[in-house]
């Protein structure tokens, strides 16, 4: 008997332990950040409204990477877009850095509250709210949405 309790107890220590590895392993972590890189690279579309931009910019400012962060802290991965139909380009792209350790993240162009992480498949859902506030800090640096 003492033997089968000693058994379940350590399957569930072994469970319960890859369920915090796994909910840490699908939440961004930003805390390592104290400066962040925006590149945005738009080229101007015949009958478009925006023009031409070439930026590339570290931001320092410690309130705007704090928000940065804010707007980051705690979300999760998606592995699809769900509902909304999203462009983006690394050409347009924030890297929160810290110079040992970085992770991208590409603003949809069109302004939808999505993030692509990189080049990769992977994305993070927002709130319009903190679509709009990225936007505006961004904006402080001379990168615009929509950028269609």
């Given at each position: 008997?003492?033997k089968?309790?000693?058994?379940?107890?350590?399957?569930?220590?072994?469970?319960i332990?890859?369920?915090?590895?796994?909910?840490?392993?699908t939440?961004?972590?930003?805390?390592?950040?104290?400066k962040?890189l925006l590149?945005?690279?738009?080229?101007?579309?015949?009958?478009g409204?925006?023009?031409?931009?070439?930026?590339?910019?570290?931001?320092?400012?410690?309130?705007?990477?704090?928000?940065?962060?804010?707007i980051l802290?705690?979300?999760s991965?998606?592995?699809?877009q769900?509902?909304?139909?999203?462009?983006?380009?690394?050409?347009?792209?924030v890297?929160?850095?810290?110079?040992?350790?970085?992770?991208?993240?590409c603003?949809?162009?069109?302004?939808?509250?999505?993030?692509?992480?990189?080049?990769?498949?992977?994305?993070?859902?927002?709130?319009?709210?903190?679509r709009?506030?990225?936007?505006?800090?961004l904006?402080?640096?001379?990168?615009?949405f929509?950028a269609?």
């Amino acid at each position: 008997m003492k033997k089968r309790r000693m058994v379940i107890l350590i399957i569930s220590v072994i469970v319960i332990t890859l369920i915090v590895i796994w909910w840490f392993a699908t939440r961004i972590n930003t805390n390592f950040a104290t400066k962040a890189l925006l590149e945005f690279h738009y080229q101007a579309v015949p009958g478009g409204f925006n023009p031409s931009a070439s930026i590339s910019v570290v931001i320092t400012d410690e309130s705007h990477i704090a928000a940065l962060k804010e707007i980051l802290r705690g979300r999760s991965f998606m592995a699809s877009q769900g509902r909304f139909i999203c462009n983006f380009v690394t050409d347009i792209s924030v890297t929160m850095t810290n110079g040992r350790r970085s992770i991208m993240f590409c603003p949809a162009l069109d302004g939808c509250p999505i993030l692509r992480i990189g080049d990769s498949n992977r994305y993070i859902r927002i709130t319009d709210e903190d679509r709009a506030r990225l936007d505006e800090i961004l904006a402080i640096y001379g990168a615009f949405f929509p950028a269609v």
